[in-house]
């Protein structure tokens, strides 16, 4: 195929804030996990796909299949999209209990 260009699994953007690896990152509409820390303004890899332990909200309850949602303030997984606002970035594939600090999270990619 002439037009393709990458599998998408890595992306490399730019970071518009300091990164660190294994942190949630969310440029726009896109979100993945960074695969290294990044200053402003330096490239930044995003893992886009896989499942990944996150930090969550404690006191959120999530069983397996429930979506998850990133709240770009308290840089957390949530089970609140807050009326839209939070972007939706995967599906919860472990349940997780109130008070719990992480849930493994499917990333849409």
């Known amino acids: 195929m002439k037009n393709y260009v990458q599998k998408g699994e890595n ?16 440029v726009g509409n896109l979100f993945g996990i960074a695969a290294g820390d990044a200053e402003i303004g330096d490239d930044l890899d995003l893992v886009t796909v896989g499942v990944f332990s996150m930090a969550k909200v ?7 299949g429930d979506p998850v949602y990133w709240d770009d303030t308290a840089k957390l997984a949530t089970a609140d999209d807050d009326s839209g606002a939070n972007a939706e970035i995967g599906l919860a594939v472990t349940a997780a209990a109130n008070p719990s600090g992480t849930v493994n999270v499917r990333l849409n990619g």
């Open 58 to 64: 404690s006191t959120d309850v999530l069983a397996v």
């Open 11 to 26: 992306i490399t953007v730019t970071a518009a804030a300091a990164a660190t690896s294994g942190q949630g990152v969310l």
